[in-house]
């Protein structure tokens, strides 16, 4: 008998000591299963490779003596391509190349454009005889490049959108066209156009900086040439910015 309680006791014991030696050990944490981030699928989204601008441009820097007048306005059309960024595809780089062209409108004012001069003149015509709508055109190939933030890579088409960056471009026209003539007091003289073409007053190269804001499809944009419209010595330090809208898809 004293046998058996023995066992019984002796048993007992080295229960409670493994039981308690168990419930001492440090918990380990259970770690959750790593779960892998699934890439996103960029391949049927909106890129904006194609971007059309139309916009309000301006002369910063044009002296008193130049007188504009109605609507000044800039037309472009770029083609881009764009890269997202591998780590953050809400980023990426766009570049391509476009066609840009400002239209600037004169009022009673005569541009020498093929003048024999050593400045461009923009000559008053007001108390004389004088085209009722005279304008200067310029024409570059460009190409832009932007940085762009798309909130939601995945709906482009639907998202918010900002980017800034840059464009250099290099002239490839530059003209005036006038129409219909007629006397100070405004009596027709005859209805004709004339067109002049001459590049010689003109800086040919051009460096503009731009931005863009906006959603889905559309987005305001503004730009501002870093380098002078003409050549220097040749005119004022004019500076041309154009603020608008811009419709980009496909």
Do not use: C
Not at 132 to 139: A, I, Q
């Amino acid at each position: 008998m004293k046998k058996v309680i023995l066992f019984v006791v002796t048993t007992l014991l080295i229960t409670t000591v493994s039981f308690a030696q168990d419930s001492l050990r440090p918990l380990v944490p259970v770690q959750p299963p790593v779960r892998k981030k699934e890439p996103i699928d960029l391949s049927t989204r909106a890129n904006d490779h194609f971007l059309i601008q139309v916009g309000y441009t301006n002369w910063a820097g044009k002296p008193d003596s130049i007188t504009t007048r109605g609507f000044s306005k800039s037309i472009n059309v770029y083609f881009m391509f764009d890269f997202p960024f591998k780590s953050n595809p809400k980023l990426s780089m766009a570049f391509g190349p476009g066609i840009a062209s400002d239209n600037i409108q004169f009022s009673k004012t005569y541009v020498g454009i093929k003048e024999n001069a050593t400045t461009i003149q923009f000559t008053d015509q007001s108390d004389t005889n004088h085209f009722k709508r005279s304008k200067l055109v310029t024409t570059y190939l460009e190409a832009p490049v932007e940085f762009r933030f798309t909130a939601d890579p995945v709906n482009s088409g639907k998202s918010f959108k900002f980017a800034i960056g840059a464009k250099v471009g290099t002239m490839i026209n530059a003209h005036t066209r006038n129409k219909s003539l007629e006397t100070a007091s405004g009596q027709t003289i005859n209805d004709y156009s004339m067109k002049e073409s001459s590049k010689k007053f003109f800086n040919t190269t051009r460096l503009v900086g731009t931005a863009r804001v906006g959603m889905g499809h559309f987005s305001l944009y503004g730009s501002y040439q870093i380098t002078t419209l003409f050549k220097e010595g040749f005119a004022a330090d004019i500076r041309p910015y154009s603020i608008g809208l811009t419709l980009s898809g496909l």
